[in-house]
């Protein structure tokens, strides 16, 4: 009698450790996470001029909750996923010297499916820098929008180190889950004492070395970010390395709050830093964007609305988010 208890408390244990492992390896990773790019985006608003912050400010939810859309189109377009990162780490010893800034000139020298299968986040960013402007010069309010959110997420992703590097989620070396427990867990545990009040957007006279510095300034962390955790895995407590939470019906295990604190500590607020940059990139890139259409005024763009077939649209990109896989690499599998 007592045997057999033992035996379905074990095998109830071998059912909640696999159900939980496979909770683990579900659980979607989103550079900066949904919360950190929504932030992010809302923030940037408020680095504006008047003249721009008016109608800003009249759209702040589409900014905001549209801030995940290229995430979304993950799961919707193929190819999408490569918008969003560049492994520069593939192209030598001195990558950002060996990498031609000119489309053209970087497909001659390194063939484009070579280009494509490492990433092409710096010719997308600049591509849709000048979607927005004229969007802009255009007056469309709609494109207007939609490149703002869209320019904001890539912007958010090209500050994130691991979206640099071809080791992009720890995986060659043995580190695993670093991806989404630099981008999401830190942000999500201590986003709340961060300061998000970065100052006024700058005009950027040559966008294109502006785009190629801050992806050059995020591959510099690459190294602190992988050696860091390295090390501190070493000498904390194995055990207390994570935590399990629960997120709605599922139970997820997570980085623990004591290891999540002891690697934030050593990054020395690095997450801090890279989000701060990012709301003035963004803020900055919207703005020059704006000023090199001619500074068009935007006081009077009239009422936002959608069409029966974009709102279809819409609704079938979410649909094949909630339900659907990612087409491409997924960062935190
Ligand atoms: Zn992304």
């Not at 992009?168 to 867990?185: A, D």
């Amino acid at each position: 009698m007592k045997k057999s208890t033992v035996k379905i408390v074990t095998s109830f244990s071998i059912t909640v450790i696999v159900a939980l492992s496979v909770l683990l390896i579900a659980e979607p990773a989103w550079a900066w996470g949904f919360f950190g790019h929504q932030r992010i985006n809302r923030m940037a608003v408020f680095t504006l001029p008047p003249e721009m912050i008016v109608f800003y400010k009249e759209h702040l939810e589409y900014i905001t909750s549209h801030a995940v859309d290229p995430d979304k189109r993950r799961y919707a377009i193929e190819g999408e996923d490569k918008n969003h990162y560049i492994d520069i780490d593939i192209y030598g010893k001195d990558p950002f010297d060996a990498m031609p800034r000119n489309w053209d000139e970087a497909v001659e020298k390194f063939t484009e499916d070579t280009i494509r299968t490492y990433g092409i986040l710096p010719w997308n960013l600049e591509k849709n820098y000048f979607r927005l402007k004229r969007a802009f010069e255009d007056k469309n309010q709609k494109l207007i929008l939609k490149y703002s959110a869209d320019i904001g997420h890539y912007i958010g992703d090209a500050h994130v180190p691991l979206h640099t590097t071809v080791n992009y989620n720890g995986q060659l070396s043995g580190q695993k889950g670093i991806h989404g427990f630099w981008e999401s867990r830190i942000p999500e545990s201590f986003a709340s004492d961060y300061d998000f009040f970065v100052g006024k957007a700058e005009h950027i006279k040559n966008i294109k070395s502006y785009i190629w510095d801050f992806i050059a300034e995020s591959h510099v962390c690459v190294d602190s970010v992988l050696t860091f955790e390295k090390i501190l895995s070493l000498k904390f407590p194995a055990d207390q390395k994570y935590a399990f939470e629960s997120r709605g019906v599922n139970t997820m295990r997570v980085y623990s709050k004591e290891y999540t604190e002891a690697y934030n500590a050593k990054l020395d607020n690095m997450v801090e830093r890279r989000m701060r940059a990012t709301i003035l990139s963004i803020g900055s890139i919207w703005y020059t964007a704006w000023v090199n259409a001619g500074q068009p005024d935007l006081s009077n763009l009239g009422d936002l609305e959608f069409s029966e077939e974009e709102l279809k649209e819409e609704e079938e990109l979410n649909k094949q988010y909630n339900s659907g896989k990612i087409k491409g690499r997924d960062h935190g599998n």
